[in-house]
C-alpha cells in the first residue's frame, strides 16, 4: 500500500502562483512514476503533469505547459507541482498519484494505483 497526503492548495488570484505537495508513505517511491490530475466541478478527471521514477522524465498537459513545473525529491518521498500564472480555468480538486514500479510516466489515470485524497485549488479572476 501507498498512501498520499496532497497539500498546498487554496485560493489565488489569477496570475498568482501556488506550490502543491504530495508527500508519500508505505511501499517505495522512488521506483515509480508519478502524476497529478486535477478534476473540476461537472467535468472528467483530466491529467496535468506525470514525472518519471527517476525524475529525468516530464510530461504537461497542454493546457499547463510553460506555466506548471513538476518535480520529486525521492530522498523525502514527496512530488511537487509549482504552479505560476494561473488562471481562473485552473479551479479544480488537484491529485496526485502513484504509477506501477519501474513503469514509464503515462496520462492515462487508469495506469495509476494509488490516489490522494485531492486538495482545492480556486484561482479567482
Known amino acids: 500500500q501507498v498512501q498520499l497526503v496532497e497539500s498546498g492548495g487554496g485560493l489565488v488570484q489569477a496570475g498568482g502562483s501556488l506550490r502543491l505537495s504530495c508527500a508519500a508513505s508505505?511501499?517505495?517511491?522512488?521506483?515509480?512514476?508519478m502524476g497529478w490530475f486535477r478534476q473540476a466541478p461537472g467535468k472528467e478527471r483530466e491529467f496535468v503533469a506525470a514525472?518519471?521514477?527517476?525524475?529525468?522524465?516530464?510530461y504537461y498537459a497542454d493546457s499547463v505547459k510553460g506555466r506548471f513545473t513538476i518535480s520529486r525529491d525521492n530522498a523525502k518521498k514527496t512530488v511537487y507541482l509549482q504552479m505560476n500564472s494561473t488562471k481562473p480555468e485552473d479551479t479544480a480538486v488537484y491529485y496526485c498519484?502513484?504509477?506501477?514500479?519501474?513503469?514509464?510516466?503515462?496520462?492515462?489515470?487508469?495506469?495509476?494505483?494509488?490516489w490522494g485524497q485531492g486538495t482545492q485549488v480556486t484561482v479567482s479572476s
Open positions: 498519484a502513484v504509477g506501477r514500479a519501474f513503469a514509464s510516466p503515462t496520462t492515462t489515470p487508469d495506469e495509476y494505483d494509488y
Open positions: 508505505g511501499r517505495p517511491f522512488s521506483s515509480r512514476p
Open positions: 514525472i518519471g521514477w527517476s525524475g529525468g522524465s516530464t
